[in-house]
């Protein structure tokens, strides 16, 4: 796999529901080792950008690459085998299920297509795999402490990285991760943003989502905008701050 250069191609992506164009051949790239930050106004057309992505939706025109090869129309639980891995905008835990559990479950979940049959072909071997490579991952994103934590007792922050520990599970290239931030208090933002730069310097790539600004102008490498569907811009946290084009389209001038 190619260590620089792009990972992630969406070339004129498209998607429409009956009138509503709600992705209007949108362009932009992820490179290797980047933090990609997908903003916009309600409605702009970043969830369906993403789903997308991850293959929850099919293009109306367009494609999207991953190392230069098509993955648009590919079924979600193959775009997480070829390196795609994503977090929910609410989150998915079993709260009366301890750390390890939600995490080695999921991964579990993540890599068979259908449950009832991934049951009976579940062995010993595989369940000791799962927890030894669910508690690599807790580990990696600093929950040592908290596995056998319940995962409703945790706070809504470290609730959040679980969901991380368990989209790592797969080994991802990229992940995608929807408003990361919502809802978190400042040093909660602060640990995850922490976590995110990590995983980058150790050559993982990340596409978010995000409403919050601030979050987003201090951990973005670099920042792309939409607007009823079009990408309206594309630069630093320092260009879009000031582009006169993404001020009117947040205060719908
Ligand atoms: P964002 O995530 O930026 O708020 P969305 O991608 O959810 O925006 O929506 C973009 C546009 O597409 C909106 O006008 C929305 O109403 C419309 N839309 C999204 N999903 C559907 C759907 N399944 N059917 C019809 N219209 C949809
Ligand atoms: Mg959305």
Same mark, same amino acid.
């Given at each position: ?8 191609? =969406? ?6 529901? &009956?009138? =509503?164009?709600?992705?209007?051949? +949108? ?18 057309? @970043? ?5 997308? *992505? ?7 025109? &367009?494609? *999207? ?15 997480? @085998?070829?390196?795609? $891995? ?5 989150? @998915? ?5 301890? =750390?390890?559990?939600? +995490?080695?479950? &999921? /991964? ?25 490579? $669910? ?5 990696? +994103? &600093?929950?040592? /402490?908290?596995? %056998? ?14 969901? *991380? ?5 797969? %080994?991802?290239?990229? #992940? ?22 990590? #995983? ?7 596409? #978010? ?6 979050? +987003?102008? %201090? #951990? /973005? ?17 320092? $260009? ?5 084009? =993404?001020? @009117? ?5």
């Amino acid at each position: 796999l190619a260590e620089t250069g792009t990972l992630l191609r =969406v070339e004129r992506a498209r998607k429409q529901f &009956g009138g =509503v164009i709600a992705v209007n051949d +949108v362009s932009f790239d992820v490179h290797a080792r980047e933090i990609v930050a997908l903003i916009g106004p309600n409605g702009a057309g @970043k969830s369906t950008t993403f789903n997308l *992505i991850t293959g929850i939706l099919t293009t109306t025109g &367009g494609t *999207i690459e991953l190392h230069g090869r098509p993955i648009d129309n590919t079924p979600p639980q193959q775009v997480v @085998k070829l390196g795609i $891995a994503r977090t929910f905008q609410h989150v @998915k835990l079993v709260p009366d299920m301890t =750390v390890l559990e939600n +995490v080695a479950i &999921g /991964a579990h979940l993540r890599g068979h297509s259908g449950a009832l049959s991934s049951m009976l072909r579940f062995d010993r071997a595989d369940e000791a795999r799962l927890l030894a490579e $669910a508690t690599r991952q807790i580990k990696r +994103v &600093g929950l040592a /402490a908290e596995i %056998d934590q319940l995962a409703g007792s945790l706070s809504l922050g470290q609730q959040r990285i679980v969901e *991380i520990a368990r989209a790592l599970c797969a %080994d991802p290239v990229l #992940l995608l991760l929807d408003e990361p931030a919502a809802g978190l208090r400042h040093m909660e933002k602060q640990r995850l943003a922490a976590l995110l730069r990590q #995983l980058r310097d150790g050559g993982m790539s990340v596409l #978010l989502v995000e409403h919050d600004m601030g979050f +987003v102008m %201090d #951990l /973005a490498d670099r920042i792309v905008v939409l607007d009823f569907g079009t990408r309206i811009a594309e630069g630093t946290p320092a $260009a879009i701050r000031t582009n006169p084009e =993404v001020i @009117k389209a947040y205060l719908g001038a």
